[in-house]
């Protein structure tokens, strides 16, 4: 039986209509290099302006992480409605500009509403049509904390690795001297010293894009080849918003050098010599990176960030690239090959025992046991940790997949969160029932006392999952809160008082706004930091 549709015949067809507004843009009818040129070229001016502008540290990780999104509907607008070729123009022009603007700025709007429906397509959230309004018809906000922890616990390590970076060992003395502009223009020297150099600048920036083991085999490359790869053209990118800065310092106000363009047997040659990764690999790499490319149908810039806007030139955006969750992005890309996917999925069945890896070495110089048990009849211990002078067990769900960025992956993810705080209630009920297989595992007796909680690598999910009885924390943050502790028993009350959770008024606040493509309005809701610091409470 065909499941019923859970929305009205009228906003499916508002849906449609939305989904196919953005053909008047002027942009749909070039063909595809010189309009993905000019929107990328647009994008870059507009982050460089945010990004360089004073504001906190929590709201450039936002707006970091917002542009890749807000670019994804845009660029493959483009993709889709304009056709293949075309020459790079190199220059300004007052209609692309505004129409890059627009572009831009519909596709912002656009993903709420795309969130909106997804959400209320699966039922997640109701929506109803007052005139031109499309409007929730339940509260929003219920649980907000949650997706508010999300939100502002995912900068903490790229403020740690920020930090520690030694800003005095940049060349920047060396491109600055190079650098020479004529008319609207730049040019500068690039070669392996000053390549070399900027990724050593920024080797604790990229330590932290990276948490896997470099030895991971695909079918045609490791990931330290990746890596190596995915660095050299980090750097160049990062030289070219560099060079930019200091022209602009200079008076420059140049449009036509906003993104890197090099012709494909440039950039293979420079990244094969900045690499020292063979040509075929890299070619590899390449492949798999170019937007659209491998058979993806729904390519995505984030993940396919080499854009290849003609049969000769790559478009490089630099704060593309420098706003890039590399390893995450390769990853997701990976499950999206068939080639690959098969690999991966072997591989991932590692994570696991990384993360409980992470705990045991970390917590290594306490006095916690710790166990892991498979075995018939109940879910598996992914790790126990146990205070037996407390007489006290903390059951630990792992979960490492993959962050989601757009709606539909938040609901994929925030089931798995669900799957694992039902896999926790299953074994604490055991326990309550005096299981023996299950105090025979742990090695405890009917005495302890016993808690579990679920335990993710980077995301705790969406408010709609979150259970009463069983937290969900990210990784990192319970190991330096049992680092600090004084007794598990004080770490296992924090977590059931959910004292890890921001506080709404102190933390973040929500905010209503209304987006709105052509006639159509939808009201929907916004997190807001009111932190500037990284959020980590302990």
Not at 264 to 284: A, G, P
Not at 296 to 323: C, F, G, R, V
Request: glycine share 4%; charged share 25%.
């Amino acid at each position: 039986m065909k499941p019923t549709d859970k929305l009205t015949p009228e906003l499916r067809k508002i849906e449609k209509a939305i989904d196919l507004h953005y053909k008047s843009n002027p942009l749909v009818n070039l063909p595809f290099a010189p309009a993905a040129w000019y929107l990328l070229t647009f994008t870059e001016k507009v982050m460089l302006r945010e990004l360089f502008s004073p504001i906190k540290f929590q709201d450039r990780a936002i707006i970091g992480d917002n542009f890749v999104n807000e670019l994804k509907h845009p660029m493959y607008w483009l993709y889709c409605a304009c056709r293949a070729g075309g020459q790079v123009p190199f220059a300004y022009n007052n209609t692309t500009y505004k129409a890059s603007q627009d572009l831009l700025e519909l596709g912002r709007e656009y993903g709420w509403f795309v969130s909106a429906y997804t959400y209320a397509s699966h039922g997640w959230v109701g929506l109803e049509l007052q005139e031109s309004t499309i409007q929730p018809t339940e509260d929003l906000f219920k649980g907000v904390e949650y997706n508010a922890y999300n939100l502002l616990i995912k900068p903490h390590k790229s403020l740690e690795a920020l930090f520690s970076v030694n800003f005095d060992n940049f060349p920047i003395d060396a491109i600055g001297h190079s650098l020479r502009v004529h008319g609207d223009r730049l040019r500068y020297r690039l070669n392996p010293k000053i390549v070399a150099d900027t990724i050593t600048a920024m080797k604790p920036t990229l330590d932290a894009m990276f948490s896997l083991p470099s030895e991971w085999q695909f079918s045609r490359y490791t990931l330290e080849d990746f890596r190596n790869v995915f660095e050299a053209i980090f750097a160049m990118a990062f030289i070219r918003a560099l060079a930019g800065g200091i022209a602009a310092g200079q008076g420059y106000m140049g449009y036509a050098d906003s993104i890197y363009a090099p012709p494909h047997n440039e950039l293979l040659r420079r990244v094969v010599r900045y690499s020292q990764i063979s040509d075929v690999k890299v070619q590899s790499i390449f492949d798999d990176l170019s937007y659209g490319n491998r058979g993806i149908t729904k390519p995505d810039p984030s993940l396919q960030p080499l854009i290849k806007l003609n049969s000769e030139t790559y478009a490089i955006m630099p704060h593309l690239w420098l706003s890039s969750s590399a390893e995450r992005n390769l990853t997701v890309l990976l499950n999206k090959l068939p080639s690959e996917k098969g690999i991966y999925s072997k591989l991932v069945l590692e994570k696991e025992r990384l993360m409980r890896e992470r705990f045991t070495t970390r917590l290594s110089d306490t006095d916690f046991r710790f166990i892991w048990r498979s075995g018939p009849g109940l879910p598996d211990v992914d790790l126990a940790i146990i205070s037996d002078s407390e007489k006290t067990c903390l059951l630990l769900e792992l979960k490492w997949f993959i962050d989601p960025a757009e709606a539909r992956e938040i609901i994929e993810k925030s089931e798995e969160i669900e799957k694992g705080i039902s896999q926790v209630l299953q074994l604490k009920r055991a326990f309550a029932n005096n299981h023996e297989a299950l105090l025979e595992k742990l090695q405890i007796d009917s005495s302890y006392s016993l808690e579990g909680v679920v335990v993710s690598e980077n995301w705790i999910g969406h408010a709609k999952v979150q259970s009463p009885e069983i937290p969900v924390i990210q990784a990192n943050h319970l190991i330096e809160k049992l680092k600090v502790t004084e007794n598990l028993k004080s770490a296992m009350e924090w977590l059931k008082d959910r004292k890890y959770l921001p506080k709404e008024g102190e933390h973040f606040e929500v905010f209503r706004f209304n987006a709105t493509i052509s006639n159509w309005r939808l009201k929907w809701y916004g997190i807001k930091p009111l932190i500037s610091e990284a959020f980590f409470p302990l």
